[in-house]
């Protein structure tokens, strides 16, 4: 993995517990998933880069998973933030619609992006996608896409 330490930041995709082993919406990678964001999380800490958290949360009235202040709306533990690194919460699958992340990573003049997290189909496809749109480099690290 080349990174442009410079101007890339992190993107550490919903990954939290209702995903992994007795959530409510398990994945069957997760595990795999926690390992290499866990791995990518220490380099860009070592080099004191932009971490950001994308939080997924569900609003909806019958929400059965992500429902806002639950354990399973959390992130996992072994990827959780420490002081200093942003977190985004949003509510759809794409992480720039209703957010500041743009606004955020304009602002740092954040050019490529580094995508690990869950739900290739829905979070990561969507958000890639805009990201691309709106002229971002983005590697996903599609191993660590569940």
Do not use: W
Request: proline share 2%; glycine share 6%; net charge positive.
């Amino acid at each position: 993995m080349k990174i442009r330490y410079s101007k890339t930041a992190l993107v550490l995709l919903a990954i939290q517990n209702d995903y992994f082993y007795k959530g409510k919406m398990e994945l069957k990678e997760c595990d795999e998933v926690a390992v290499i964001a866990k791995k990518t999380l220490a380099i860009f800490r070592k080099k004191r880069k932009h971490i950001i958290y994308v939080k997924h949360l569900e609003v909806k009235k019958n929400a059965t998973c992500f429902v806002p202040g639950t354990v399973g709306a959390e992130i996992y533990s072994e990827v959780a933030p420490i002081k200093g690194e942003k977190i985004i919460v949003k509510n759809n699958p794409n992480s720039f619609v209703e957010t500041d992340l743009f606004e955020y990573l304009e602002q740092h003049g954040i050019k490529y992006l580094t995508i690990v997290g869950m739900m290739s189909n829905m979070h990561a496809d969507t958000t890639v996608r805009t990201a691309k749109d709106l002229g971002f480099n983005v590697e996903l690290i599609g191993v660590g896409t569940a």
